[in-house]
């Protein structure tokens, strides 16, 4: 690719921690969970070095998570992490500014918003001018969110646990096998996917559909 992205190494670092062997099924089962802005400059899996703008995401079907730059996020996985990090360079210029619907959305989905601030961004983003009090809640909502885009992990104790599960990659050979972290409900997996064998990892039913970025 000629500009420090390399795909083939991306690909080598995603599909071992993937359900599917074919690449254009496995992006599928990735959903961004995170995103953060590092102190340090860090590489990416492709072997792109700078990246600042950090994404975590979160294999539903293996439950195994990992982290990629925002550009091999968005030209590889398809996940438009880049619409919420121009948000947060939006508010960063101007903290008067509204953040737009992907991050509104995304950080409500992570608990960065609560319920009501969630609809206060939704019923206000649109206003030009607000009340002094409007205004100084949009303030304290954009102050809330780049404190929180600063650090790694803000996305809850949830996701925290998932990554840091040790590897389950699907063995089908281990059917019938009780594990030692088994969870109460081993019959809640989608109907929707075909499994050869009951060697299922259990915590991808807990994962709501992926955080509105198909
Ligand atoms: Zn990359």
Redesign the pocket.
Known sequence: MGDG?NFQQ?KKHILPLSNAAAWEVAVKEWSLVGIHEADEPET?????FP?IEICSIHNRITGRATE??N??VKRFLGLRSDLIFTAIKRIRKDPDKSLNADAIAFFHERRVLNDWEYSFCQNTMRLRSLTSAQLSKRRDINHKVLAVIGRRGFQGPQYLGLSARPPRLIRPGLAGKPSPTAQPSPTAEPSSRPTPSAGTPRNAPRVRGGPGFP
């Open positions: 992205y991306l990416c899996p492709c072997g792109h990246i990629v730059g550009i091999c």
